[in-house]
């Protein structure tokens, strides 16, 4: 057998290997989100978990270590996709104004599209903005844990993005916006019934996508603005 030949057998055999460690990964990831969700963390036993995933407790155990880094891989699972586009777009609107910083509303808009256009394209976000408004509730600081290590670094980054695009903000300022932002984007994700209760229909209206993310845009800008004009008022 040529020296090629034994390298395509290698490569051949190792992604067969690796292919079923994926799926039980997957198994497990897919039944711990659907649990965490309808159960909340603290509620939900590993024990449950490996049930539903058809897998024993070393294999949890094997890919994940403990049940807090069993949902920081859940939540990483459907941010980090989103999350590299974010900085994708960011890093293109602050290339285009070479200098100067890209205006509030260029930064909010790399903040928000990628998850406006997967919504519009139907991209199955399954129960996961459930799962955000459930971890937010959940004691013994859980999510301040997984925002360390999830979010911290993209957050950092739109952080000092936004104070360079509003000069004159105050830390507090630029927290509380990004706090009500943040949750602004929540509640669009759960639009379909707030629309039709809102609206009084038994459907919701489809937003045009463009539409929906100038909307967005332009009422988390004029919050941020806001912010900054109250405490200037207040000096």
Same mark, same amino acid.
């Given at each position: 057998?040529?020296?090629t030949?034994?390298?395509?057998?290698?490569s051949?055999a190792?992604?067969?290997?690796? !292919?079923? @460690?994926?799926e039980t990964k997957?198994?497990?990831?897919?039944?711990?989100?659907?649990?965490?969700?309808?159960?909340g963390?603290q509620?939900?036993?590993?024990?449950?978990?490996?049930?539903?995933?058809?897998v024993?407790?070393?294999?949890?155990?094997?890919?994940?270590q403990?049940? !807090?880094?069993?949902?920081? @891989?859940?939540?990483?699972?459907?941010?980090?996709?989103?999350?590299?586009?974010?900085l994708?777009?960011?890093?293109?609107? !602050?290339?285009e104004?070479?200098?100067?910083?890209?205006?509030?509303?260029?930064?909010?808009?790399?903040?928000?599209q990628?998850?406006?256009?997967?919504?519009?394209?139907?991209?199955?976000?399954?129960?996961?903005?459930?799962?955000?408004?459930?971890?937010?509730? !959940?004691?013994?600081?859980l999510?301040?844990?997984?925002?360390?290590?999830?979010?911290?670094?993209?957050?950092?980054?739109?952080k000092?993005?936004?104070?360079?695009?509003?000069?004159?903000?105050?830390?507090?300022?630029?927290?509380?916006?990004?706090?009500?932002?943040?949750?602004?984007?929540?509640?669009?994700?759960?639009?379909?019934?707030a629309l @039709?209760l809102?609206?009084?229909?038994?459907?919701?209206?489809?937003?045009?996508?463009?539409?929906?993310?100038?909307?967005?845009?332009?009422?988390?800008?004029g919050?941020?603005?806001?912010?900054?004009?109250?405490?200037?008022d207040?000096?």
């Amino acid at each position: 057998m040529t020296e090629t030949n034994v390298s395509s057998a290698i490569s051949t055999a190792t992604a067969a290997a690796l !292919e079923p @460690a994926k799926e039980t990964k997957d198994r497990i990831l897919d039944a711990a989100e659907s649990l965490f969700v309808a159960n909340g963390f603290q509620a939900t036993s590993l024990r449950r978990i490996t049930t539903m995933a058809g897998v024993n407790l070393a294999a949890v155990n094997y890919h994940f270590q403990s049940k !807090e880094q069993l949902i920081l @891989a859940v939540m990483v699972r459907k941010l980090e996709p989103i999350n590299r586009r974010r900085l994708s777009l960011l890093d293109r609107f !602050e290339a285009e104004t070479g200098p100067h910083p890209p205006s509030l509303e260029k930064v909010l808009a790399a903040f928000l599209q990628p998850i406006v256009d997967d919504q519009a394209a139907g991209v199955d976000l399954g129960s996961f903005p459930v799962l955000m408004g459930r971890l937010y509730t !959940e004691p013994g600081g859980l999510m301040q844990k997984l925002f360390s290590a999830a979010f911290a670094p993209i957050a950092k980054r739109f952080k000092d993005a936004i104070t360079r695009a509003l000069p004159g903000a105050g830390p507090l300022d630029i927290f509380w916006g990004m706090h009500l932002t943040i949750g602004a984007m929540a509640h669009y994700l759960a639009r379909p019934p707030a629309l @039709a209760l809102l609206a009084g229909r038994d459907a919701a209206p489809v937003p045009n996508p463009s539409q929906s993310l100038g909307r967005l845009v332009a009422y988390m800008a004029g919050g941020f603005r806001a912010l900054v004009s109250r405490s200037a008022d207040s000096l």
